[in-house]
């Protein structure tokens, strides 16, 4: 699918705001080393061109099959590897998945992301969550899955399933991967975010700050996301969280600040995309998230659990929305 570099959408009041694929890493990381106040300033006005700026889209994540991974992701607590007390389960039940689906509903999510701890799904397994997708497309719900690589056939049978989007993360810079993955490839990932592009699904694409990184490698991230032939339609941010017994555990927090400048970057790069303020939010503070929101964080999980880790309780974000005036909802 080729794109010019250099393309432009039309915003709400008709201008043309450009869609720029061609961003160097000097140019990101000034960016990111402009005075906060500018750089907020920059991606607000990116933002409000493009979206209403008090509205803030919910989507619920599930775990549909827990643990056991073979992978060595070293932030994650499912890898097989790493002693952190998650349990291996096995798939879940269809009736239990449209069951929490209907539940996140209820709660105001407009889209319902099944994750699995898989390196790539089994033809069987892949029935059955292409069934899930059916149901929950059937609530009158967004449909996202994350199962890990996925070859042709696989992507083909998601998108004839009507699966809205995929999640598949670059998770960090190609030159930072190394230290965080060994068994699998910066490149098996752009090559299963190029097959879902081809099947027409909608691309959800980020990463994961906080993890022992330097800006130079967030700044690089960003610009490996920015430079996809199209920018993915969803980027979720999420900031590490810690859990005892990964590699990653204990590594020094991430300033704050450092965080909302990385998200005003993915605002400003990614001018029409989602860009979602994911994991992280159970210990950050109403403060951080409010700038984050500022920044352009248009996106959020709701519900009370990641896949396997907390997240804010409902009531605890539709206080924060009260305070800060934001609605629920999609653009
Ligand atoms: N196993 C599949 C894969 O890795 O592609 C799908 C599920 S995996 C848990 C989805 C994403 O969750 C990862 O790519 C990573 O970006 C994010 N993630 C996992 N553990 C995390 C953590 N402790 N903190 C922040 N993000 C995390
Ligand atoms: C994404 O970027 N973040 C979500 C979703 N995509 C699948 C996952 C966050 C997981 C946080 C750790 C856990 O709860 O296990
Ligand atoms: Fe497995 Fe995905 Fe966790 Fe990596 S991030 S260990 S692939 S579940």
New binding site residues.
């Given amino acids: 699918m080729n794109q010019p570099a250099t393309e432009t959408m039309r915003d709400a009041q008709g201008a043309a705001v450009p869609l720029r694929h061609d961003w160097s890493r000097d140019e990101i990381e000034a960016l990111f080393a402009l005075p906060l106040n500018d750089l907020l300033f920059r991606a607000q006005s990116v933002h409000r061109s493009v979206f209403d700026p008090n509205r803030v889209q919910l989507s619920t994540l599930l775990s549909i099959k827990t643990g056991g991974?073979p992978?060595d992701?070293a932030?994650?607590?499912?890898s097989a590897r790493y002693k952190t007390g998650v349990e291996a389960e096995r798939l879940l039940a269809v009736d239990a998945v449209l069951e929490a689906a209907a539940r996140a509903k209820a709660g105001g999510a407009t889209r319902f992301c099944m994750?699995?701890?898989?390196r790539s799904p089994r033809d069987r397994d892949l029935e059955t969550v292409c069934e899930m997708i059916e149901g929950v497309k059937g609530l009158g719900l967004e449909t996202c899955v994350?199962?890990?690589m996925l070859s042709d056939a696989q992507t083909k049978r998601l998108a004839d399933a009507g699966l809205d989007y995929y999640?598949?993360?670059i998770?960090t810079s190609e030159e930072y991967y190394g230290e965080i993955i060994t068994t699998r490839e910066y490149q098996d990932r752009l090559d299963t975010l190029e097959r879902v592009r081809e099947a027409g699904i909608h691309v959800c694409c980020g990463?994961?700050v906080g993890m022992g990184e330097s800006r130079g490698d967030r700044a690089g991230m960003l610009q490996t996301l920015a430079n996809l032939p199209r920018h993915p339609e969803s980027v979720p941010i999420?900031l590490?969280?810690q859990?005892e017994g990964t590699p990653l555990h204990g590594q020094d927090v991430l300033d704050p600040i450092e965080f909302v400048r990385s998200i005003a970057v993915a605002r400003i790069l990614m001018p029409v995309s989602f860009v979602r303020l994911s994991?992280?939010r159970e210990h950050m503070s109403d403060e951080a998230q409010a700038l984050c929101f500022h920044a352009g964080a248009n996106s959020i999980f709701c519900g009370p659990r990641l896949?396997t880790?907390p997240n804010p309780a409902r009531d605890r974000d539709a206080a924060l929305f009260e305070r800060l005036g934001i609605e629920a909802g999609g653009a």
């Fill in positions: 991974c992978e992701c932030y994650c607590p499912q994750g699995a701890a898989w994350t199962l890990g999640n598949h993360n998770d990463g994961i999420n590490l969280v859990v994991a992280g896949l880790t």
